[in-house]
């Protein structure tokens, strides 16, 4: 379990994190979302143990980070924001070091750097100092190192970040894999990868948590939520048809493929009613789909009040 | 295996890594005779001993041992392994000294490699080896001292150049500490009781009263405590700066 209570971090005058509580339970994936500056990457380092809280606590499988910290760490798996490493090691020697440290030996140790090193695909680079890899494969050597000892809980700071769409897909099922019987938080700021990884996601701006829930719950909060879009041969037509239906609160028209996109009043459901008004006035239409909301528009309107331009 | 002993294994690697270690060494090990045979007149002297030697270490340590330890911290603040390292299941205590010693143990291999101006000196005369060994000695606590020194500005520091000037400007404050330059400062406006304790402090003294051969618990105290205080308060430093 991961757990803090009123977890708060003040650089000088200004309070980067302000009384974060939250708790995460085996099998979660919690999704830390947030704007540039929000707090993210302090809360993780205050949970991984770089940094000390100014008040509150925080705790790894119940050892408290500042009390018990290096049990505290054992229990932790971390992967630093940009994926720092050691770059005039190569990722095997990299990865013994983390091996030595972590306390594996034996047999033992050499199983599981061949796992990490099989899961995250490094054959290839093994023995080229991690200066010269590519962006990918350097995030890659962290992530491995993060979970090399089979941790129970791991924090990812942006773990997909600088990752080509193939690679990012296969971090996701990585993470999708370890998630039944482990604990993990991850930050992001994409929020597709909220959909594929996460069970949970929190909104954090200013240093405050503004939301927890499912991401089917905070697609909910979207006025998107239930809307109806569809695409027309007749555009007019289409809207003149709409016309007709009772629930609808406003309708949006695209200007560059000229999707409609219909908005219910709150409550109302209107895929129905839409669709068989179509057909009844003999509309032709070439899409008609049902959104669950729009996340993005719900993480703007949650953040876009705490606003500010401040430290990472 | 021992967390302080994973940690200094890869620091000592890594310092052979790169060309830095070679370069390093090179540099010491050609100034270190140059200074000896040409400014120190060790043959036209016609004495069998090292003294034309070591008693240029100050000054070339003045400004190589910087060199080495400027790296020490301030590179781990610049590439982020910082956060990596002190996340680790290792104590601030143990990085700090384990990179400390890694360092000393890289100054110790290159001044190691000056033994064949000792075996020069054996074939030539018959010089006191007891001395010669107690010079060693002084000369790398002395070494020790400077690289404390440099770790903590180090840690206060992610610029490497920032910190290598300010470590050769307090390791050179520290050395003249017991010469007039600096003493003829404190004795305008400090008790004689304050200056005494000042001249204490230097290193150049503590060095010089080793390298003749006498090995006083008290100067060996002086380079523990000077070596220990000086980590304790890279510890402290890093501390405070892992924030920005």
Request: hydrophobic residues 50%.
């Amino acid at each position: 379990m991961i757990e803090t209570s009123e977890l708060t971090r003040r650089y000088g005058q200004f309070t980067a994190v302000d009384g974060i509580s939250f708790k995460v339970e085996p099998g979660q994936v919690l999704g830390f979302l947030g704007p540039n500056g929000a707090g993210k990457s302090t809360t993780m380092k205050m949970i991984a143990g770089f940094l000390a809280p100014t008040a509150g606590s925080a705790k790894v499988c119940g050892y408290d980070v500042e009390s018990q910290p290096i049990q505290a760490k054992r229990s932790l798996g971390y992967l630093p924001e940009g994926a720092p490493s050691y770059g005039e090691m190569t990722p095997r020697a990299f990865l013994e070091f983390i091996a030595d440290l972590r306390g594996l030996s034996g047999e033992r140790r050499k199983q599981r750097i061949d796992d990490v090193i099989g899961r995250l695909q490094l054959e290839a680079v093994l023995a080229q100092p991690i200066d010269t890899l590519s962006k990918g494969f350097k995030r890659r050597v962290g992530l491995a190192q993060a979970i090399l000892h089979d941790p129970p809980a791991l924090i990812l700071d942006e773990p997909t970040d600088g990752l080509d769409p193939n690679q990012k897909h296969e971090v996701r099922a990585l993470i999708n894999a370890m998630s039944a019987e482990k604990i993990i938080v991850i930050s992001t700021h994409i929020l597709e990868e909220v959909h594929a990884v996460c069970t949970r996601a929190v909104i954090i701006a200013g240093g405050r948590l503004l939301a927890d829930s499912t991401p089917a719950e905070l697609e909910a909060r979207s006025r998107y939520h239930g809307a109806v879009s569809l695409i027309a041969v007749n555009t007019g037509a289409a809207r003149e048809a709409l016309a007709r239906v009772a629930d609808i609160d406003s309708i949006e028209i695209d200007p560059q493929d000229h999707r409609i996109t219909a908005i219910p009043k709150k409550g109302r459901a209107i895929f129905v009613p839409i669709s068989e008004v179509l057909k009844n006035q003999g509309v032709e239409i070439s899409q008609l789909q049902l959104e669950a909301g729009r996340l993005d528009e719900v993480f703007r309107s949650i953040t876009q009040p705490h606003a500010t331009e401040a430290r990472a | 295996m021992n967390p302080v002993r994973t940690v200094f294994r890869r620091e000592l690697a890594s310092y052979f890594a790169t060309p830095v270690a070679y370069v390093f060494i090179v540099i010491f090990l050609i100034l270190a005779g140059a200074l000896t045979f040409y400014y120190g007149e060790f043959y036209e002297r016609g004495r069998a001993d090292l003294q034309p030697f070591f008693g240029f270490h100050p000054w070339l340590y003045l400004f190589l041992v910087p060199a080495i330890a400027m790296r020490l911290w301030a590179e781990e603040r610049k590439s982020g392994t910082i956060e990596l390292l002190l996340t680790l299941p290792i104590t601030m205590w143990q990085a700090v000294f384990a990179k400390f010693l890694a360092a000393w143990a890289f100054v110790g291999i290159a001044l190691a490699l000056t033994f064949p101006i000792w075996i020069t000196v054996n074939y030539l005369g018959d010089p006191d080896n007891g001395v010669i060994v107690a010079s060693y000695l002084g000369s790398l606590l002395m070494a020790g001292a400077f690289l404390a020194i440099g770790s903590c500005l180090s840690a206060a520091t992610r610029n490497q150049v920032v910190a290598f000037i300010l470590t050769v400007v307090i390791c050179f404050l520290l050395l003249m500490a017991g010469f007039p330059l600096v003493l003829g400062f404190f004795q305008s406006f400090l008790p004689q009781g304050v200056v005494d304790a000042i001249a204490g402090l230097s290193l150049f003294t503590h060095f010089q009263a080793i390298s003749k051969g006498v090995i006083d618990l008290r100067d060996l105290i002086y380079f523990g405590l000077t070596i220990a205080a000086w980590l304790y308060a890279t510890a402290i430093v890093i501390d405070l700066k892992k924030a920005d």
